[in-house]
């Protein structure tokens, strides 16, 4: 008799349907679950429920469980096994617990499909990248239809950048499970999104959530394509719902927390900012309602863009200039709330009722504390803070507890954001006005490849400080004599001056200062400013 033959079924977005696969030598993991009590079943689906939305711990108790209720059920074993593979770090109980399964399953089925993936496995976990990679084509090769194999593979292969192979084994994977696995179609999303294909990612998104609603791979994915669309209102809203089920899903904690930072993928992508897509806006409507102050429809429509630009700090104040002006001004107070908008930050470790009600007495403090952390908007010193305002009026926004004083009238704080460590040092002049801030950023990795060119923490923080301040002059490389050459760029505006600059010859380091332009000596040259680069 021929070796028995499996046809795919037709599922969108897998392969063609009646596509024949030699069964191989895996075993039939559904007979194997078939053959156990109905009640463990449920539990096992409960796991893998569990499992596919990445709960790995709590997932492996009861695959756990089952496995010594049944030590020798080949689908209770392969799911621990699979999950242990999962998890990030492992104890040393569980990390003999995992060598032990492997090695029953490896014995039960030698020299098999399913033995090979394992070894694949074990192999990619002691840093063999490419032995492992040849280890899953041959279990794929010997068992063509363990999906576990051909998932396995996918991931291999897009590691290596073989993405065309990797999305033809995702969508293999789509089709053996008959649409039953998230996982292929989390994959061949992520494929298709790294890849920049976005309409085929957005179809297949489009398909995939009204399978699984839940899944929040595909819910993170979705969020991706609102922002480069520039739906920034409804991106957050759905991270902020993957959040509600899933509170320690990290990749949704940091999507939110950059939302409208991200870079769209593919060739000619780039980061698209809401204050990028509202600048135009705010340039034409600027100079207006400055020229025409008792204007307040202009006034509002600048507030509207600086809002859409989520730089809630500029819209609130218009938005309050025209309820001083006009209390019975329509929809003014409904505007004032909507500015009333903070960026979350990543989450604490801790589930569970306690750790809810901390998150939400911290969100409680938080609404009403001077800030304690930096957002995208805040970074490289940019407090919003008028120059001139009192020491009381800087720390009532900003918490003086992050801060120490260095000499008098002179306040420093230091924090550390990777590899790049932070000191912003602010003062204040002889009548306790501020002035001026201080920036050094210093790049901590064991590697600086400029090769000549600017530096990376130079680039990337001139591309981060143009998106808050607009666009800079550049002034390239100056000589100032005495081995001391800067590269620097220039903002300036009616009331203030900013230098971001790097000392050639010091590629891990850069500098900025920020002036209330009106005490600034008049005349200074580009290479004046290193004096006041230097200072703290």
């Known amino acids: 008799m ?15 349907a009646g596509t024949e696969f030699f069964k191989g030598d895996s075993p039939d993991m559904r007979e194997e679950l078939a053959s156990l009590p109905i009640q463990t079943q449920g539990e096992i689906r409960r796991a893998t429920e569990l499992f596919r939305s ?12 089952v496995s010594l209720l049944y030590p020798e059920s080949v ?22 617990r995992l060598n032990l399964l492997v090695g029953k399953l490896q ?42 194999a051909r998932l396995w593979f996918a991931r291999l292969l ?10 033809e084994e995702a969508r293999t994977s789509i089709s053996l499970s008959a649409g039953n696995e998230p996982r292929g179609y989390e994959f061949l999303a992520r494929l298709f999104h790294d ?17 699984y609603p839940l899944d929040a791979e595909l819910m993170l994915l979705r969020g991706y394509l609102w922002e480069y669309q520039g739906r920034y209102d409804e991106a957050e809203k759905i991270y902020q719902r993957i959040l509600a089920f899933r509170p320690d899903f990290e990749g949704a904690a940091l999507a939110l927390s950059t939302v409208g930072e991200k870079t769209v993928p593919g060739a000619g992508g780039g980061k698209i900012s809401p204050m990028d897509r509202s600048q135009l806006a705010r340039e034409i409507l600027e100079p207006l309602v400055e020229k025409y102050p008792e204007n307040m429809p202009l006034r509002e429509a600048l507030g509207l863009a600086y809002l859409k630009g989520r730089d809630y700090d500029r819209a609130r104040i218009q938005f309050r200039e025209i309820q001083n002006r006009d209390p019975e001004y329509p929809d003014i107070q409904q505007r004032i709330q909507e500015c009333n908008v903070t960026r979350p930050s990543l989450p ?3 589930t569970g009722l306690a750790a809810d009600l901390n998150r939400a007495v911290d969100s409680l403090r938080e609404s009403v504390a001077p800030s304690s952390t930096h957002d995208f908007s805040t970074m490289l010193g940019h407090y919003l803070v008028r120059y001139g305002a009192s020491p009381a009026e800087f720390f009532k926004k900003y918490d003086i507890k992050n801060f120490r004083p260095v000499k008098k009238n002179v306040w420093q704080e230091s924090f550390y954001d990777a590899p790049y460590k932070h000191t912003y040092t602010v003062v204040f002049d002889s009548l306790n006005r501020f002035r001026e801030v201080h920036v050094v950023v210093y790049d901590s990795s064991n590697t600086s490849n400029h090769l000549g060119l600017a530096p990376e923490v130079f680039t990337r923080f001139l591309k981060q400080n143009s998106r808050i301040s607009g666009i800079g002059n550049s002034t390239g490389e100056t000589d100032c004599g005495e ?20 000392f050639v010859g010091t590629p891990k380091e850069i500098r900025m200062v920020r002036f209330d332009k009106s005490v600034l000596p008049a005349g200074l040259k580009l290479c004046d400013y290193s004096t006041y680069l230097k200072e703290f």
């Not at 021929?2 to 046809?7: D, E, L």
């Not at 063999?128 to 084509?137: D, R």
Request: with cysteine.
């Open 54 to 65: 990445g709960a790995y711990a709590q997932a492996n108790e009861i695959f756990n469980a």
């Open 2 to 16: 021929a070796p028995a033959k499996v046809a795919v079924p037709e599922v969108p977005f897998g392969i063609k």
């Open 195 to 211: 890849q920049g294909n976005l309409d085929s990612c957005s179809s297949l998104l489009d398909y995939g959530l009204t399978q």
């Open 158 to 167: 897009k590691e290596n950048n073989r993405l065309p192979q990797a999305i």
């Open 107 to 148: 014995g039960k089925y030698p020299e098999s499909g399913l033995s090979k993936y394992l070894e694949s496995r074990k192999t990619y976990k002691s840093g063999n990248k490419t032995v492992a990679l040849e280890m899953a084509k041959i279990a794929v090769d010997q068992a063509p239809t363990l999906v576990e």
């Open 483 to 502: 081995d001391l050459v800067i590269d620097a760029a220039v903002w300036e505006t009616q009331d203030n001056f900013e230098i971001l600059a790097r």
């Open 75 to 96: 689908v209770s074993l392969w799911n621990e096994t699979n999950t242990l593979f999962e998890m990030d770090s492992l104890t040393d109980l569980e990390s003999n």
């Open 348 to 350: 604490t470790q801790g």
